[in-house]
């Protein structure tokens, strides 16, 4: 028994910093999220030209809390009918999926909570598509046929899509030549050049796939609301729905995440090695000054004292940031002590390369939001085409290309941007390919239908 | 500190294994189809736990994608698709009740000849598999690959080709019939 509390101690003495990242992701995480909706919400109006939520708080600031507040205190209503234990399983197990999968995530070279595990990216990856369970059983527990129809259609997406997906990191991670996360990032350093920017193709695959892997639109058909209410959530309400939300969205930030580590370089500032290009570092606390600036300005303009006091406040924060970001940059110019300059050297790795990770997920996720707001939904039939006939032959070619662009690469001796020389070729020879095959496909099946319209249902 | 490490193992070990044993024997005792998928799931999730407890995190991770991520969700979609109201009022246990006692009887003393044969292992009598040292394994993904793709290179192709067969095969009848 002494063993066992000496041993849970030695863990603890262990691992406490870990659980403490892990804590705060869990208890923050919610409340971003609730942001990156309220942005969301923001751009929509913006891309319709309305304002979008004005009421609560300056700008509609607040309304995610009210948002929140407002599922936590809503009944919670199970069907007659549904399987109980499944019913209350499900949602967990779909946030649970999305919120382990952060764990192997690194949020700059200083926040990681698995550091250092051999299988990074992988970890990531499994660990996410996990959450599909919950959004199959949760169809399946409600009992309803709008429900059941909408697991069906997550479940076939997800199927259909993680192939493409999968060959999609396969391309980056023949560059990188590492499962690990860290190794990947520094792998892109070394080389000089994201390797979104030496696979575009590979890139490009991910992308389509990742939103199809987090049921967005324009492939949100299993919540497709014209035809099936809401998808496999029709009958969860209040806190089990937020759930589901949060899972949501949380996979999207994964997702992202994915993408930004190893196709967009990940915590590196663009241009990492070129130091003429130094200045690069100073644009961060300036764009916070700026937002501060802002905020200022607007002050007087807020109808309320106490809207007037919450855009100070946001002010301050942001000058704030502004300060902690500036602060190891300005140690590390010239006329410093080389010392402090060596020490603020760790800061500077582990404060920029957040404020960069973070700038580049969210970039990824406007573009997500962009492309919701301006391309309609596909049907069915078209998204399984979309994956089975482009994407999946597209993904596989790339690889093929790729890998002999590589090898052709090492005996030309490509270093570098070089390299691009031989995979720019491959990737553009890969989608005429791809495209190619998709226009035969077409051909025959026209000739087989024989100018019969298809059942847009099959 | 070996013997510390020995407790944590030990304790990772059996709560894996408990899992595993009983959501086993819960998939096949279940009548409802999906709660039988959902235990068979759990066994399968504490399964690669015990990989991850003898440090070979490919393993683990390989197990959650092919047969967690990949299988099961085919068999869950299948499951869903498929009517299942005649099949849970048909006898579970049909005929090979003999058979079936037979090959569990010889598995069961497989498993017994093996902890009685191994003995005394460093877990003070119980028996756990024990993980080896962090700094003394290579880095497990590539210790994977340089075996498959050096050492049975030959055997794993020809498997490939297999499974590529395989799955033609699968694409041909299905076009056949449709």
Request: include cysteine; aromatic fraction near 12%.
């Amino acid at each position: 028994m002494q063993g066992l509390t000496q041993a849970t101690l030695e863990f603890v003495k262990q691992y406490w910093a870990p659980l403490v990242c892990g804590l705060a992701i869990v208890a923050v995480l919610p409340l971003i999220v609730g942001y990156v909706v309220l942005v969301e919400r923001k751009l929509m109006a913006d891309m319709q030209a309305r304002l979008g939520p004005m009421r609560v708080g300056p700008h509609g600031l607040l309304q995610p809390i009210a948002d929140a507040v407002k599922l936590l205190i809503k009944e919670d209503i199970i069907p007659d009918d549904a399987d109980k234990l499944v019913f209350w399983l499900a949602p967990v197990l779909s946030v649970g999926a999305a919120l382990l999968a952060m764990a192997g995530l690194a949020i700059g070279p200083a926040f990681q909570i698995a550091k250092d595990i051999n299988i990074g990216i992988l970890f990531v990856v499994g660990v996410s598509a996990l959450g599909i369970f919950g959004i199959v059983l949760g169809g399946w527990a409600s009992n309803s046929h709008y429900s059941l129809m909408g697991a069906l259609r997550s479940s076939a997406q997800l199927v259909s899509y993680e192939t493409a997906a999968g060959m999609a990191l396969v391309c980056g991670l023949l560059f990188a030549g590492t499962l690990n996360i860290t190794s990947i990032v520094q792998a892109q350093h070394e080389q000089g050049m994201w390797f979104g920017l030496l696979a575009p193709v590979a890139f490009f695959v991910y992308l389509v796939a990742s939103i199809a892997e987090t049921n967005r639109a324009p492939f949100d058909l299993p919540e497709a609301e014209s035809e099936l209410v809401a998808g496999y959530m029709t009958e969860f309400s209040g806190f089990r729905w937020s759930l589901y939300f949060l899972a949501e969205y949380t996979n999207m930030i994964v997702v992202a995440s994915v993408a930004t580590t190893l196709f967009l370089g990940g915590w590196l500032r663009p241009f990492p090695r070129t130091h003429w290009l130094d200045f690069i570092d100073f644009l961060p606390p300036l764009l916070l000054v700026a937002i501060g600036v802002y905020c200022l300005m607007r002050t007087p303009k807020q109808p309320a004292r106490v809207q007037q006091l919450f855009m100070l406040a946001v002010a301050g924060l942001c000058f704030t940031v502004a300060v902690v970001l500036a602060a190891p940059v300005l140690l590390r110019t010239p006329f410093v002590n080389p010392s402090l300059a060596s020490a603020a050297k760790p800061f500077y790795e582990g404060i920029h390369g957040g404020f960069w990770f973070i700038f580049k997920v969210s970039a990824y996720l406007y573009f997500f939001m962009w492309l919701r707001f301006t391309i309609p939904r596909y049907r069915f039939d078209q998204l399984m085409r979309l994956g089975w006939h482009f994407l999946i032959p597209l993904s596989i070619i790339n690889v093929l290309l790729i890998g002999i662009a590589m090898i052709a690469g090492s005996y030309l001796h490509l270093e570098g941007g070089w390299l691009l020389l031989a995979t720019i070729p491959a990737s553009i020879i890969a989608l005429i390919v791809a495209l190619f095959i998709l226009a035969m496909e077409q051909k025959s099946e026209r000739q087989q239908a024989g100018g019969a319209t298809p059942d847009p249902y099959a | 500190m070996p013997l510390r490490i020995l407790m944590l193992d030990q304790v990772i070990f059996y709560f894996f294994a408990a899992i595993a044993v009983v959501s086993a024997i819960l998939t096949v005792t279940r009548r409802n189809v999906v709660h039988s998928a959902i235990f068979l799931i759990t066994a399968l999730l504490a399964t690669a736990g015990i990989f991850l407890q003898l440090r070979a995190e490919f393993l683990f991770i390989v197990q959650i994608i092919l047969y967690v991520g990949g299988i099961m969700v085919l068999f869950v979609f299948v499951i869903m698709l498929v009517n299942l109201d005649v099949a849970v009022r048909q006898l579970q246990f049909a005929r090979q009740k003999w058979v079936a006692m037979l090959i569990s009887l010889a598995l069961a003393a497989q498993v017994g000849l093996m902890l009685w044969s191994t003995g005394k292992m460093p877990g003070q009598g119980m028996p756990v598999l024990v993980a080896a040292p962090v700094d003394k394994l290579p880095p497990n993904s590539e210790a994977v690959a340089r075996s498959l793709f050096e050492t049975y290179l030959l055997p794993f192709e020809i498997a490939s080709v297999l499974l590529l067969v395989a799955m033609i095969g699968a694409v041909v009848m299905a076009k056949k019939r449709a």
